[in-house]
């Protein structure tokens, strides 16, 4: 087998070293009835040349799809990713490696990571990042177990409707176990499509523990994070933002500045492809003040014996293979290698890139939503959007396969996780689409609505 | 091999001895080597105004910013990065060059099984009609996609010896909060809330933690003098507030379980669970099966025994398998079919729900379908066996100096002990420094708690005999050195960009980001 | 870009103060580093009947050779590599980290333009539809990449102000015999065989080269004091035996011919042809066309100004660009258009044949292709501008210890020289491997061969100001050196695997190929 | 532009150091009415995303074609190539590195190359190789310029008609300023399609310089390189052997050891794609007596001043460089890179998996054939063939086009290269074909025939 080094020369001189007969008799110890029952079931091995084929066929089946124009969305997000990310990404010093602990032998990753935990605070707005998170749902959830530890007192965990139906779930799994903790969901304004505020009001209590929001959210509005932070502080709790387009937080306010105490979200969209759901990137920043409450890793700068500067893993302290049971989390393996995806995407964007690329995605959104709206087809809602938006179609079912038919996938259907939306599908536009897409697109719905 | 045994030597001459790759010419002070020049941050490198990756020709758009408004948008990104894409790459790639990596050489980190990942897999993955598949494609359009999710399921189902697996989370610690989670919704659907799970003292991190996650009481139990759990052990500390028992086989000393099917009989007598951490399946393959041995619940992690590439901490993927019983608990969605087409259903009732977004790490599960097809059974069996062969082969070329921490057989690693902190005031932590400097990545260390400055070492079945053997004359050269020049060990490494990272300073004084001058 | 600077003082600590990275305890012998150790040869590494890369499951088919029969068959490969997989890959990983390159470092080597290499090319070359393409498929089912040529042949017509261009040859030197066989061609289709090529002093070895391969007799023209060519001196030694003349503009000393037109009209005269070596193109985008300066033929070396890598030495592309008269005469086959499709046309009776097989090196095409979209009409204009500022200004900051080699303005690259040698009795080879030290590549050295200690910079457009003020201050750094240490440079590099290799005794001895024992 | 770091500000303080006042002044010494009319007159530059995009365009009008099951060879072979050679020729230290002058830094260029000498000495049986040439018609071209300088007074070059089209052109077009030469013509026995031995015997005489014969040649057929090489010898003559399918020499006898004096050939089957046509890579190897003759760089062991082991260029003073006109050829770059490939590939399938490989296609090819001749369409020639062979069709063109529309790229027609075969087509057979694709090739010939 070609991973395999051993001859057969190998394994008799080998084993004589360990003073066994054969490689069963090292594992005799092993029950006899376990051993007997444990043939594996597949095929066997084959050569390099028919697994790829047998994968690329596979692959053949997903061909339609990935070939349609596209306008799905909804918390995963199509953008052009940079040769130079694959590039830097599939280094093997990169990609064979694993967790940093020695710091004199990883300075690469730690380095890269250091830099993206900047990068992240830098966005965000906050003081404090983390080495990564799965994904922007579980950095989620984590942040709300985060914002209990800061306030074990308090309760109650608003949760806004308009936050992407796999961030509400992963919360509500990851808190299941808390008995103490009651999640409530915080309904939208059916005319903006943005949190309600006079809901979040009433629940603004001393028992309220903390408020998350989409910032955008589900719907691709721009919510009022100041406002909601503005109403979680004055009761005394902790306003949490979720992004699932990072691209948004180059172009708009951040969330510390809006006044958002933790902000976590997907990186995904920073050089990651959208690989049928993952792997992508959570990240997670906050403020200093609760730095020892902060799940995951951390990269810390400092020096070695000759005063050079390096880094180095660091508050491993709050980690759970020092702390264990009493770890701020149990994650472990991350998502290293996609975090220095995003670094090196946001690297070759920069400064200046960055925002012209999220600005280059509101405008091609407006400008679908207005292709549209010359078809008839208007926003659902009214609220500022970022690059997706609402539609309300008489006749979705039919739209999406007319779209289809035509080489489109119009959007993703909100019904499912929206009963009172069920006539609306969720349009997201990126710099991948361009206007005759959206004529296209506007000719097959009017049609068909 | 005459050549790879050069290099050992190489490496190991007698600390007496000149140096020969000393230029004769002492005299002069020898700059630091180029590629050990500490590399500026990507933000010191920054400067005003430089363009990377541009828009189409440069386009800048600000009509999209004039759309939202000064109200909704930022004023900049000060501080964030701009270079030009040549510096950008250059950064990158000199950072990437300050790494070890299984790609590279040795690396036997204990627990981590860092074995050969073949870049074909890679590739199958960057496929654009993989890579390119949005999550929210229409089921019907991504069956190619959906039945490399459901062949893989029924692979792992087959090698562990589980009635139904999920592909779900994110990587094995995620795997571990997924499976208690499944135990508490098996209690609470049997109209009881059971509070603790026991757990072996030798157990990685996670699993306390994740038990803690999942609202369980994390009750230690005691492993043997020989490096094993009892089943009398067991039996004395289970009660009707115990949910499961969360234990590692082959567990953290590299030991199989002897008596983990009485320990299962045992806690089912009490419609308690086994709970089998699989992070070291990698023992397994074709030997035992988790399912076998009356584990309920077991956690895989693609990125060891499965080859998925490690990324420097991630991202991997922990598969849950379950029996029958646990099955309907599984997190949403379940792939299932309908008139011969996949389907994703939503539709569980007594789903603990989700843990993350979508369906999986798909690039992790493309690769591990990958290895799976390239190895299959009679491969896979194999690897097992090879990687024993080599810990076993580790183990007895280093018994002298490094003995083992238990008298038991090594399944795929073992864990060294030593006495030279007693002999030489030498501590694991700079036995482990000094092995950089014969282009070697440590072992894990210091883990397994139980054992005193262990040495956790999992060569893994890619690993030729020759690097072994390199290894096993670094391990008695440091001994050596160790006894008769102690301070060149404590000193180490010697021989790379940095030494002795001050690793209490970064904790005592944080600075976790860069910060504009 | 503190930080950048940082590293060029770090590097350039004088040379009497303790470095500083030394570990304190200077007795220990400090074993060589790693990334030092030599690495054995892949036929060192093999271990008898090791697999790597296997058919079908290490399916392996005797039936083949027992067909052809024992007559046919060779018995055995004897000494060819036995290695697995993992171990072929770690040894060309870490045979790969022993080379300096352009996307790591300041790689000046003058006259080879190491500009850039942007990955996306490489992507595009290896888009299945071009990558698997075979050069036999009927061209209906072939025009996408008839179309890519077609395009190029266009763009580069257009960036020389040649009327036609050939993708055909190889590499730059495969052009110039090509280029040359074309003027052969004009010659004798007029019924004469001339039997002279004048060739400056300046000029490139493969030049005289291709000439005496093209069977001509090489005469030298030498330029005058100021380092280019004179009319007058053309004039002097044209007569009906000179087929023509070939020119590099900018020469090799980076200076512009201020005479090329005058020395075109002359030529014309006798109806000798003006070939115009564009190796350093680079200089000319938007600036000055060849077909403008009365160039009869170019060659342009895609791998040099338009960005294809450079491979440790190839491949390359070297298209050649002619005028209509010279259009006839063009290799086979062209690629012509009939009802609207794509066709190569291989009736073309006059034409000089075949260099090579099939149409050219495509995959440099489609990268040079990609290169010339990226940077557009707008993007080359100012690469050449950027290339020629860089070039001034490092030949500027280096004037008091390193003069320019002409008192010309330099164009994309500057030829400097000094005088260590006298006053240190340092020679240029030294310089250049001290410079190693400071991980930064040598520019090209003792070329042209009319400067003495030549020292031939070329920066490139893509290399930033900090970038080159690291370079200086090395220069300057080793300058200093010389003076007050000749013998720190003179043993240079001190900082690599390797410093002096023997290359006389390779010369002497000649060892070709590995020998088993 | 992205690729260029100046910023204005860059180029205010570079042109003040420089001294001139702005970019054109730097060159204002260029005659005006030359940069008058330099202006490019292509479109402006297009960001990645754009020149992507246009790419992808072109090569997907090429789709059809990489589909279809292929039996085209004739040169250029099909063959599977291993990822780990495309991830290894992509790391930027071998492919953005040139001309290894620097030995200290150029270690990896450098022992890569020597371990290719090597197996190309192991390949060919032979004593010395070269560090590549750029394609096998070149390095035939090469050889025969070799030979001459070995044995000037000589003038007749015998080249064999069996040799690829693109080789035999080479070769006139690079002798064809060699006026005392006289390039012959070697016609083919037209039962076996190897070499006419008669028409050799009758040219061996003292002006004969050398013979040149494919090996196996242009219809697959495996040319009797002994019998040839000891006319020539007998002549004292040099015996050349070319191999356009390198893939062969892992399990035929090396021409070594059948009596060539030289052999050349294209390394494309070792891991290089088809690329319509390039860059593959050319090799030559000979006997030691001749090594002053050779052609192109050689890369030879030594050590450094420590006695480590290490590579560099040697013999240099054989190079154009240096000898300038009475050099050995005028290549100065040449295809190390694709040599690096090729060496990857060979380390890979090593000692037995080479000769499996090539024991393989010469297994399929048989295969092929005797579907075929189950359809009554038989191999037109009788030689022992490799992976390919010639077939005979009463309307080859039609069969062409029917397979074409049953989605089959039947093979290459050798009427436009051979006027006396005009109804015969070359069937290349490779690892990458299986039984029904002979089945399928069988029925769709068999309709039309
Ligand atoms: C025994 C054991 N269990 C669980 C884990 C956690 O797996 P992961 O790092 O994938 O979250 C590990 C990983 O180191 C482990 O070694
Ligand atoms: C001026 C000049 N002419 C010709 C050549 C030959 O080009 P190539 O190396 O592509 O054959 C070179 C390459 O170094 C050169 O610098």
Known sequence: ?449 | MAGARKISLAVAKPSTEQPKEEPPHGSHPIPRAPEHEPIPLIFELSVRSRRGANLAADRTSQRGADILGAKLCRTDLAGFPELSEPDVMRHFLKLSRRNFAQALQFYPLGSCTMKYNPVLNDEMAALPELAGLHPRTPEHLAQGALELMVRLEAALASITGMDAVSLHPAAGAQGELCGLLLARSYHLAKGRARTKVLIPDTAHGTNPASAHLAGYKAVTIRSNPRGFIEAAEVRRLLDDDVAALMVTNPNTLGVFEPEIQSIAAALHERDALLYLDGANLNALLGIARPGDMGADIVQINLHKTFSTPHGGGGPGAGPVGVKRHLESFLPTPRIASRAGAWYLDYDRPASIGRLRSFYGNFGMLVRAYAYILALGSDGLARASRLAILNANYVRKRLEDRFPSATPERSMHECVLTHDLDKRAGVSTLEIAKRLLDFGIHPPTIYFPLVVPGALMIEPTETESRETLDEFVAAMERIYSEALADPQLVKDAPHTLALSHVDEAEAARHPILSWQPK
């Open chain 1, 1 to 449: 087998m070609r991973f395999l080094p051993h001859t057969e020369a190998d394994i008799a001189a080998m084993l004589e070293v360990v003073g066994a007969a054969s490689l069963d008799d090292l594992i005799a110890h092993v029950p006899a009835e376990l051993r007997d029952r444990a043939a594996i079931r597949i095929a066997p091995g084959l050569g390099e040349q028919q697994v790829a084929a047998s994968i690329a066929a596979l692959a053949e089946r997903n061909r339609d799809a990935v070939r349609m124009t596209s306008f799905l969305g909804a918390g995963y997000y199509r953008h052009y990713i940079p040769a130079a990310v694959r590039s830097i990404t599939s280094r093997a010093e990169f990609a064979t490696s694993y967790t940093p602990y020695q710091a004199e032998a990883s300075q690469g990753t730690l380095q890269a990571i250091f830099e993206f935990q900047t990068l992240i605070t830098q966005l965000t707005g906050l003081e404090v990042a983390n080495a990564s998170m799965y994904d922007g749902a579980s950095a989620a959830a984590e942040a709300v177990l985060m914002a209990h530890r800061l306030a074990p007192a308090r309760s109650i965990v608003a949760v806004s409707r308009t936050l992407w139906p796999d961030y509400r779930a992963a919360i509500r799994t990851y808190l299941s176990a808390l008995r103490s903790i009651e999640v409530v969901e915080l309904p939208f304004d059916a005319t903006t499509g943005a949190v309600d505020i006079d809901a979040l009001k009433r629940l603004a209590g001393p028992s309220l523990l903390c408020v998350v929001a989409g910032y955008p959210n589900m719907f691709g509005v721009i919510e009022p994070l100041a406002t909601i932070a503005e109403i979680a502080h004055g009761a005394g709790a902790l306003a949490i933002s979720a992004t699932a387009e990072a691209l948004a937080l180059g172009l708009l306010k951040s969330p510390g500045e809006l006044g958002a105490d933790i902000a976590v979200g997907e990186g995904q969209s920073f050089g990651l492809p959208v690989q049928f759901g993952g792997p992508g990137v959570g990240f997670m920043a906050a403020r200093t003040g609760s730095l020892r409450q902060m799940p995951g890793r951390l990269v810390g700068q400092t020096h070695d014996r000759n005063g050079t500067r390096c880094f180095c893993l660091t508050l491993a302290t709050r980690e759970q293979h020092i702390r264990r049971e009493r770890a701020t989390s149990n994650i472990c393996t991350n998502h290293s290698l996609c975090a220095l995806a995003a670094t090196v995407y946001l690297s070759l964007l920069g400064r200046q890139g960055l925002r012209d690329l999220a600005s280059l995605n509101v405008e091609l959104a407006h400008d679908a939503a207005a292709r549209l709206a010359t078809a008839g087809i208007t926003p659902r809602f009214s609220g500022p959007f970022f690059n997706e938006f609402v539609i309300r179609l008489s006749n979705p079912v039919a739209c999406i396969q007319a779209a289809e038919r035509n080489g489109i996938l119009a959007g993703v259907p909100l019904g499912p996780d929206y009963r009172e939306l069920p006539d609306c599908i969720l349009i997201s536009v990126s710099e991948l689409n361009n206007p005759d897409d959206f004529a296209r697109l506007a000719d097959v719905l009017a049609e068909v609505a």
